[in-house]
């Protein structure tokens, strides 16, 4: 440390710098192409056609296009938003349950819960199970249906869900859970009252991962719908750029930005939550 007058400097080493530069590395890797499809979505069509970052005019009317010359966009979005709404709600639910069961209930077999969980995970569910799937769905009578990807989609990451859940739950001392069980305080209750307040980071980690996944899963999707009605978003998208209209660079990265955003705006509110989580264990196995 160094002081000049009444100023203070502080020496900064080279570690320091050098993570600096690093993290400031991988950020604009992320950030530019995001930066570029949304610059890409607002400029003209000749503008995006000649060499340049910044648009030279702003052109709002491509999001108007997509809108027009797709017309179950809006429909595709909500249901992506249910499926994805309702993916969350019963995963988040089920690993709750789950981690809790795993670290604070005494239960038989656990040990064999847990390797099955295990090995779950170095299984390509969404390619080995694929016709498996198909057939459950068919003898449900949910082929073709939007409901119908709900259960699928619950499946892909219930088992990562459980194991985040259950690395929460373990940094919860044993000693507060018999201590309500000592006041009289039932499994439920100590799980909704107790248990619930503390583990919302994590929580958080568990909605957040769920999203991601169901909000952009394609292969189940394009399998198990036919109707572009009943399909989401990702799927239409995939298959919308090869018949419908004059599809220029600035109009498909206009629907692309509608896609994305918002998993962008979730992840921007949930961002401290989500580290939080993560630093608390949600990663551990």
């Known amino acids: 440390m160094i002081n000049a007058g009444t100023q203070t400097y502080r020496r900064v080493s080279a570690g320091t710098i050098l993570r600096h530069v690093i993290l400031i590395f991988f950020m604009l890797i992320i950030l ?36 027009n010359n797709i017309p179950t966009l809006g429909r ?10 309702a993916t969350i ?31 779950s995970l170095f299984f390509p569910t969404r390619v080995t199970s694929l016709i498996a799937i198909f057939e459950i769905q068919r003898g449900l009578g949910l082929i073709n249906t939007t409901a119908g990807l709900i259960l699928p989609y619950v499946t892909l990451n219930l088992a ?52 991601v996944s169901a909000w952009g899963e394609y292969l189940l999707a394009v399998t198990l719908t036919n109707d572009q009605e ?31 955003a918002p998993g962008l705006a979730a992840f921007a509110f949930t961002q401290r939550w989500y580290m939080r989580g993560l630093q608390e264990g949600a990663l551990k196995l």
Request: net charge positive.
């Open 32 to 67: 530019l192409p995001l930066a570029w499809v949304l610059l890409l979505s607002i400029k003209s069509i000749p503008d995006a056609y000649r060499p340049g970052f910044w648009p030279n005019q702003f052109d709002f009317s491509h999001y108007t296009y997509a809108l």
């Open 76 to 85: 595709n979005m909500l249901n992506s938003v249910m499926v994805t709404s």
């Open 89 to 119: 709600v019963i995963t988040t639910a089920c690993a709750i349950l789950g981690g809790y069961a795993l670290v604070h209930l005494a239960l038989p077999g656990r040990a064999l819960v847990l390797a099955l969980l295990v090995a």
């Open 160 to 211: 990562l869900s459980v194991f985040i859940m259950r690395g929460i739950f373990e940094q919860i001392s044993h000693e507060l859970v018999d201590a309500a069980k000592i006041d009289g305080a039932g499994a439920w209750r100590t799980l909704l009252e107790i248990l619930l307040p503390l583990t919302r980071n994590g929580i958080v980690v568990v909605i957040i991962v769920n999203f």
């Open 230 to 260: 009943v399909r989401t978003l990702p799927v239409v998208l995939a298959g919308a750029f090869g018949g419908m209209g004059q599809w220029a660079w600035p109009r498909i990265a206009a629907v692309y930005v509608m896609a994305i």
